[in-house]
């Protein structure tokens, strides 16, 4: 698909895709972001034209919502998890070495930024547009290097067990 078709697409579409994540999402700028993926994922050489474009773009609106939306309910559960096993931690030997075992891990295994969004988020209890700003970095690039720190987690504390 060329780019002024898209561009028009654009211009045709984009309020009733960004109100309908609006609807599902709640927030201005992850709206946004949901709203230019969909339009971004066009611009592949390898996307096939639907026959309904309409139904598309607002299919594909909805179904980024709602992933953003699941993505966002695991990793809360992953965060109340965490503090609660941080605040469950005591002195103990046992403690101290899987609080070891996870440090070493997040040095050594998480990219150097992967490793800063976590700690940002985690440690400085910064907001995703606090740690964007300050990175330089959208808030979608935020939430990407969140969700990967989380996945690595996950299968470092699985092992484990």
Do not use: W
């Not at 992850?30 to 598309?56: C, H, Q, W």
């Not at 209890?125 to 690039?141: C, F, H, N, P, T």
Request: aromatic fraction near 8%; hydrophobic fraction near 35%.
């Amino acid at each position: 698909m060329d780019k002024e078709t898209i561009a028009q697409l654009f211009r045709q579409h984009y309020a009733q895709m960004f109100s309908l994540a609006r609807c599902l999402l709640y927030d201005e700028e992850e709206s946004r972001d949901v709203v230019s993926e969909v339009f971004a994922s066009l611009l592949k050489p390898t996307m096939l034209i639907p026959t309904n474009i309409e139904g598309y773009l607002m299919t594909s609106v909805r179904n980024r919502c709602l992933d953003l939306l699941e993505h966002k309910d695991v990793q809360a559960r992953f965060e109340q998890a965490y503090t609660q096993a941080h605040d469950k931690l005591t002195t103990s030997e046992e403690d101290d070495e899987l609080l070891n075992g996870l440090m070493s891990f997040m040095q050594h295994e998480l990219k150097p930024e992967t490793l800063q969004v976590f700690k940002m988020r985690h440690i400085d209890g910064l907001k995703y547009q606090e740690i964007a700003d300050r990175m330089g970095i959208s808030r979608v690039m935020v939430y990407k290097h969140l969700a990967q720190a989380t996945e690595q987690l996950k299968g470092y504390i699985s092992k484990q067990r």
